[in-house]
T-cell receptor, first 114, second 111 residues
Framework: EPEVTQTPSHQVTQMGQEVILRCVPI?????FYWYRQILGQKVEFLVS????????KSEIFDDQFSVERPDGSNFTLKIRSTKLEDSAMYFC????????????FGPGTRLTVL | SQQGEEDPQALSIQEGENATMNCSYK?????LQWYRQNSGRGLVHLIL?????REKHSGRLRVTLDTSKKSSSLLITASRAADTASYFC???????????FGTGTRLTIIP
């Protein structure tokens, strides 16, 4: 069964450093998402992406964050200058038809900012 | 309560018993989805119920949706130790791409 994959599974970085989290969505899906979950808290929406542009973003997704689909398979989340409070589990998700459809989640990347 | 609020926050039952979790939400929705998360792991999709559906089944799972009460329930029948996890409801408000997650119910199945 096709699944969303994410790399790395765990990323440790120093405060102020740039990180890129990578995702490979399910191949026939057209809508892509990033969510995050701070330890012990709710899963929070960051951004949705369709047709090579951001379709929706949350207040969390400020200028420090960017997303890109550099080729036909990868979907990346970049954090330009990490802060301690960016430490969280980051989940990528994808769906076929957007908001009317199931979103399938990857296993997550645990980001630790020191 | 917040959009996508589960109840109870924690539930412990004996293996073989049924487990029922509830979710309430505030705004109108396109659909409501239930996910399972094992400790520190990814989110596994369980079931999606659309706003025009009232009940849906998948294996040992039964989901109901009452849009007049803005609530949903997830029933797991004949529970197993492997069902131990956190369960989240997530709503998709009309026209929005994002899913809004609840705080989750932590289910523990006692062997």
């Amino acid at each position: 069964e096709p699944e969303v994959t994410q790399t790395p599974s765990h990323q440790v970085t120093q405060m102020g450093q740039e990180v890129i989290l990578r995702c490979v969505p399910i191949s026939n899906h057209l809508y892509f998402y990033w969510y995050r979950q701070i330890l012990g808290q709710k899963v929070e929406f960051l951004v949705s992406f369709y047709n090579n542009e951001i379709s929706e973003k949350s207040e969390i997704f400020d200028d420090q964050f960017s997303v890109e689909r550099p080729d036909g398979s990868n979907f990346t989340l970049k954090i330009r200058s990490t802060k301690l409070e960016d430490s969280a589990m980051y989940f990528c998700a994808s769906s076929v038809r957007g908001h009317t459809d199931t979103q399938y989640f990857g296993p997550g990347t645990r980001l630790t900012v020191l | 309560s917040q959009q996508g609020e589960e109840d109870p926050q924690a539930l412990s039952i004996q293996e073989g018993e049924n487990a029922t979790m509830n979710c309430s939400y505030k705004t109108s929705i396109n659909n409501l989805q239930w996910y399972r998360q094992n400790s520190g792991r990814g989110l596994v999709h369980l079931i999606l119920i659309r706003s025009n559906e009232r009940e849906k089944h998948s294996g040992r799972l039964r989901v109901t949706l009452d849009t007049s009460k803005k609530s949903s329930s997830l029933l797991i029948t004949a529970s197993r130790a492997a069902d131990t996890a956190s369960y989240f409801c997530a709503t998709s408000p009309g026209g929005n791409e994002k899913l809004t997650f609840g705080t989750g119910t932590r289910l523990t199945i006692i062997p």
